[in-house]
């Protein structure tokens, strides 16, 4: 659990009400401004009401420069990252024509399919030319080929379950399946730091959403416990059934989620489980299978499970894997099948390719070299970051780390420094995170070498002194010089 | 008796002589029971302490029994849930036919090659040779994933090119690209539109509009399908009584073409309405752009309306684009707030670089030959005289919309029903004729009730043969299945 040093919560709470007075003393000149200038929507009220974006106007687009910076190279370890400049103090960013090579610290590309693979690579184009870029079509009507119906039985067994279908995008995936699966009279109670597409998704089904404490299965059990016993809001009748929605790594953490626990305890309340794994299909596990693999899980006990592809395998879509009735029944429901255009064949042929290359059936050891670099590199580097005194959240094994920043000025500082010394990071803040906790999050590649790691730990050490965010004792440094050669300031 | 009488007389008279006694001295002084007590203040403070013990004590509520933790365990053991899924009927095993080839104008299943009007590559861009080559050239250089979102080295140069493309073509200040077509509408509604808006929007629209709709939690009103006495009948009411204009935003919503029924809607009427009332417009042109217009600029240019006067203006690209996604243009203003707040941008990656380098040469192709429009305006043209006259199936589309939706002319009474024989039609000409069409399937979270058809796509790259033969085929199989009709 993140624990916040005092003097940083009231230095990081003073940052933000200094930036927030000014924020409002700059609207207050703007209304005046405006007062004078000529509208020309008489009449309308306004797209945006003006507190709903002082956040972005006032806060965000000084640190824009930040974020969404573009690539013009595949995101692999190595990335050709865009210069752009401002002529008006970040409020529009220019595209310029200088690139710089960068080491990639922030795409997702655990096992290092970004870039265009030997084995992958042909044959996607080679069904690109059979098949076309897309079939215009959804999965019901004419857009499902043979590739189509091999990735489902593909992405099956991979998984572990008898059956799975496929779309097109991940987030999409979430927001259409539980609509069909629960309405009004059922609950979900989903875990307190799910993703959005998940918050979306139950939003949209119309059922009652309940949230229990991030990764703490007690107290699963007692919101469990207590609503059963309760039943539905002010009618008080039996639920119809209940949902618990939980992530194999969360995103923002690098934790790993308490699968077993959670597991018995709905098996014992007869609650249906669903997991997101996201982020853990195909980076985790000994052979690549996902959390349940690493936890030793039995995938029968899981009643839905869904994941990404974008992640690991370097492609895009999401998929849902269950028994064979669900799957049915989903696609016979699901309106993210009936009414959405089916996965473009040259990603299919890259995910089963990819997978392919993971369980070595191409013949080469390639996937369990890179299965093993990963959880190597994710390993080394979070050890290395933690002697160094960085405050690192997370599991060991999970390839995502994030370090703590709490200030908002440290947010831009780690940022553009990091970027100055041609290393590539990605900092987040409020909203995705909450207010006090920004943090920079480091996502490790099988594609990254000891040599990347080395430098990267250089450069962030570097950083981390200038803009201060060594929160631990850093331990002795006799240590690492006997232990690995690091340089050391 | 009399005693009693007197010794009441007597109490009464000593209680008046003590009452004027009380009220006439002036002094602290009080006399109970002939008792002269010094300070009847005293009596009033004592009371208002009395009266103020009794203020606060606590109401009578009855005592709360929490439920114990045996008689939780109890409830726990007995409750028994739904089963996940409802039992599997027999209609709900149905497989779609497999295609063994691209998805063109001509596809192959089960070995033979049929005819293929499931397709929505509206211009046969599908399978073009110069979009194939991007599409090497672009996965070649980037691979085939994007591994991120937009916000974290997910923006790649073709991203930024063809939101810059796609603003160009249509005259527009910028425009916002989406990974999934599907996600395009219902990202953009809930960033707009918050509680206590007001939304109207018809009644035919596809699910990702009504997904949309309920995340956004604002008021929605449904107008009849494509009737424009309805809708204004609506934004009249919606209007007449509510002064509250400076803080609540009105939205009408509208497809250009509606996937649901082939009919094209009345954008001129819609804009004179949304002036005279003061809405803004949110328009989904998927089916449209690229088809309608002399030059394939969509809705706007077909019936010579300027692009300004729509606020928003969304697509689907899995259409006439032939590759996959979806973007959103409008002014300034309205695409940098969605940068930020829509969830289905921000929090999902990005589209894979080759669908966005191929969206950018479809562009380019469909602006180097504009006889591909006339092409697809004669095929359908042709397709309509040809299945005038039909019998037991109508065309209830608009005549000049690259769906042509044909619905029974007697329903069987149930929707169950119709669909059944629909699905027979299409069977008897996909294994008798070689003819590929679809029925439209509902979803059950789908709260639109327009009725089920037949729906075709036609392509600019069927050949006059194509259409005469799918004619005869429809001819000959709506005379066998529906024979009894």
Redesign the interface.
């Known amino acids: 659990m993140i624990t916040i040093p005092y003097l940083t919560a009231l230095t990081t709470y003073f940052s933000y009400g200094l930036l927030f007075a000014f924020g409002q003393l700059r609207d207050f000149f703007r209304k005046i401004f405006d007062w004078w200038s000529h509208n020309s929507l008489e009449?309308?009220?306004p797209?945006?009401?003006g507190l709903?974006?002082f956040y972005?106007r006032r806060l965000?687009l000084r640190i824009q420069d930040c974020?969404?910076?573009?690539?013009?190279?595949?995101?692999?370890a190595w990335?050709d990252?865009?210069e752009r400049i401002s002529n008006d103090y970040n409020k529009t960013l220019k595209?310029t024509t200088r690139v710089d090579r960068c080491l990639?610290l922030?795409?997702?590309?655990y096992l290092g399919?970004?870039?265009?693979?030997e084995y992958?690579?042909p044959r996607?184009?080679e069904s690109?030319?059979?098949?076309?870029?897309?079939?215009?079509?959804t999965?019901?009507?004419?857009?499902?080929?043979?590739l189509?119906?091999e990735l489902e039985e593909c992405v099956a067994n991979f998984v572990g379950k008898p059956a799975a279908v496929v779309f097109?995008?991940?987030?999409?995936t979430n927001?259409?399946i539980l609509?069909?699966?629960i309405g009004k009279g059922g609950l979900i109670i989903s875990d307190s730091l799910n993703?959005?597409?998940i918050v979306?998704g139950a939003?949209?089904s119309?059922a009652t959403i309940r949230v229990f404490q991030h990764n703490t299965p007690s107290h699963l059990e007692k919101v469990?416990?207590?609503q059963?016993?309760e039943g539905q809001p002010r009618t008080h009748r039996?639920?119809?059934?209940?949902i618990v929605v939980v992530e194999g790594i969360y995103s923002m953490e690098g934790e790993l989620c308490q699968l077993p626990e959670i597991v018995s305890i709905c098996k014992k309340?007869?609650?249906?489980i669903y997991l997101d794994e996201a982020h853990s299909i195909g980076a985790v596990g000994k052979s690549g299978r996902g959390v349940c693999d690493l936890l030793g899980v039995d995938t029968a006990d899981i009643?839905?499970m869904m994941g990404?592809?974008?992640?690991s395998?370097?492609?895009?879509g999401g998929y849902i894997a269950g028994s064979k009735?669900?799957i049915?029944?989903l696609k016979?429901?699901?309106?993210?099948h009936?009414?959405?255009?089916s996965i473009?064949p040259?990603?299919a042929q890259?995910i089963m390719s990819s997978i392919k290359v993971i369980l070595g059936e191409d013949g080469s050891s390639r996937g369990a070299q890179k299965l093993a670099r990963i959880r190597e590199n994710s390993n080394f580097f979070r050890s290395e970051l933690q002697k160094m005194g960085f405050e690192v959240l997370g599991d060991n094994d999970s390839p995502v780390m994030p370090i703590m920043l709490y200030n908002p000025a440290k947010i831009p500082a780690f940022s553009r420094e990091c970027l100055k010394r041609n290393v590539?990071v990605?900092t987040v803040a409020f909203p995705a995170t909450p207010l006090l906790l920004a943090r920079a999050r480091i996502c490790i590649s099988a594609a990254h070498t000891r040599e990347d790691l080395t430098k990267a730990l250089e450069v962030i050490s570097r950083v981390g002194d200038m803009v201060g965010v060594k929160y631990f004792p850093a331990e002795p440094k006799k240590q690492q010089l006997e232990g690995e050669g690091i340089k050391m300031d | 008796m009399d005693t009693m009488f007197s010794a009441f007389e007597t109490m009464a008279k000593f209680v008046s002589d003590w009452g004027t006694l009380a009220f006439d001295t002036p002094y602290a002084r009080a006399v109970v029971f002939g008792v002269p007590i010094r300070g009847h203040l005293l009596v009033e403070g004592l009371l208002l302490v009395v009266i103020l013990f009794l203020l606060s004590q606590k109401s009578y509520k009855p005592p709360k029994r929490p439920?114990t933790k045996k008689?939780?365990d109890e409830?726990?053991d007995e409750?028994?849930?739904?089963p996940?899924?409802?039992s599997?009927t027999e209609?709900?095993?149905?497989e779609?036919?497999?295609?063994?080839?691209?998805?063109?104008p001509h596809?192959v299943i089960n070995g033979k090659e049929v005819v293929?009007f499931?397709?929505?590559?509206y211009l046969g861009l599908?399978?073009h040779d110069k979009?194939?080559d991007s599409?090497?050239k672009a996965?070649?250089?980037?691979?085939?994933?994007?591994?991120?979102p937009?916000?974290?080295?997910?923006?790649?140069?073709v991203?930024?090119d063809c939101e810059a493309r796609i603003a160009k073509f249509l005259g527009t200040s910028d425009s916002i690209l989406y990974?999934?077509?599907?996600?395009t509408m219902?990202s953009t509604i809930p960033a707009?539109c918050?509680k206590g808006d007001v939304i109207v929007v018809d009644e035919g629209v596809?699910?990702?509009i009504q997904?949309g709709l309920?995340?956004s939690r604002s008021t929605i009103i449904y107008f009849k399908h494509n009737d424009m006495k309805s809708l204004e009948s609506i934004l009249e009411n919606a209007t007449h009584d509510n002064k509250r204009?400076?803080?609540?935003?009105?939205y009408i919503i509208v497809e250009a073409v509606y996937?649901n029924s082939g009919q094209i809607a009345p954008l001129d009427e819609i804009i004179k309405l949304k002036e005279k009332y003061?809405f803004?417009v949110i328009l989904d042109e998927s089916n449209s752009f690229g088809v309608l217009g002399s030059s394939g600029r969509g809705l706007t240019e077909h019936f010579n309306v300027p692009i300004e006067k729509v606020?928003i203006v969304t697509a689907?690209m899995?259409?006439a684009l032939?590759?996959?996604g979806g973007f959103c243009t409008g002014s300034s203003?309205?695409i940098d707030?969605q940068?930020?707040?829509s969830?289905?941008y921000?929090?999902?990656?990005s589209?894979?670089p080759?669908?966005a380098s191929?969206a950018i040469t479809a562009i380019d192709v469909l602006e180097g030959h504009p006889d591909l429009i006339t092409k697809l305006k004669a095929n359908i043209a042709t397709l309509h005289k040809g299945l005038s006259d039909l019998q037991g199936l109508e065309i209830v589309s608009h005549p000049e919309s690259p769906i042509v939706f044909l619905r029974l002319k007697r329903s069987t009474g149930s929707t169950k029903g119709d669909l059944q024989l629909l699905e027979d039609i299409a069977d008897h000409l996909l294994k008798e004729h070689s003819i590929?069409v679809?029925t439209s399937?509902?979803?059950?979270?789908?709260k639109c009730k327009l009725p089920a058809g037949i729906?075709l796509?036609i392509s600019a790259a069927h050949t006059e043969s194509d259409l005469g033969k799918a004619c005869e085929s429809l001819k000959r199989a709506t005379a066998l299945v529906l024979a009894g009709q």
């Not at chain 1, 009936?338 to 255009?341: D, E, R, S």
């Not at chain 2, 409750?79 to 739904?82: A, K, M, S």
């Not at chain 2, 204009?245 to 009105?250: F, M, P, S, V």
Request: hydrophobic share 35%; with cysteine; net charge positive.
């Open positions: 009449g309308y009220a797209i945006c009401l709903e974006d972005i965000y974020f969404n910076r573009p690539i013009c190279s595949s995101p692999d990335f990252v865009v595209r990639n922030g795409s997702y590309n399919f970004a870039a265009a693979d992958c690579t996607v184009i690109l030319k059979k098949f076309s870029a897309s079939t215009c079509s999965r019901v009507d004419g857009g499902t080929t043979t189509h119906a097109g995008m991940g987030y999409a927001s259409a609509p069909v699966l993703h959005n597409s979306n939003r949209g119309g469990l416990r207590e059963i016993a039996p639920w119809k059934k209940i309340y007869r609650a249906y009643d839905i990404t592809f974008t992640k395998f370097g492609s895009c009735e669900l049915e029944y016979h429901n699901c309106p993210a009936l009414y959405a255009t473009s040259p990603a890259q590539a990605v | 439920l008689e939780v409830l726990c409750w028994v849930p739904e996940l899924i409802p599997i209609d709900m095993k149905y779609p036919p497999v295609l063994e080839s691209a998805a063109g596809a293929n499931t397709s929505a590559n599908l399978g979009l194939q599409c090497i996965l070649e250089k980037y691979g085939v994933g994007s591994c991120g937009r916000g974290f080295y997910g923006t790649i140069d991203h930024l990974s999934y077509g599907l996600s219902f707009f918050k596809h699910w990702g997904n309920h995340l204009a400076k803080k609540l935003r009105r996937q003061r803004r606020d689907a899995g259409h032939a590759t996959e203003r309205v707030h940068r930020l707040s969830s289905g921000v929090f999902s990656a589209l894979p080759y669908l191929a590929f679809a399937k509902r979803s059950t979270v789908d729906r796509f």
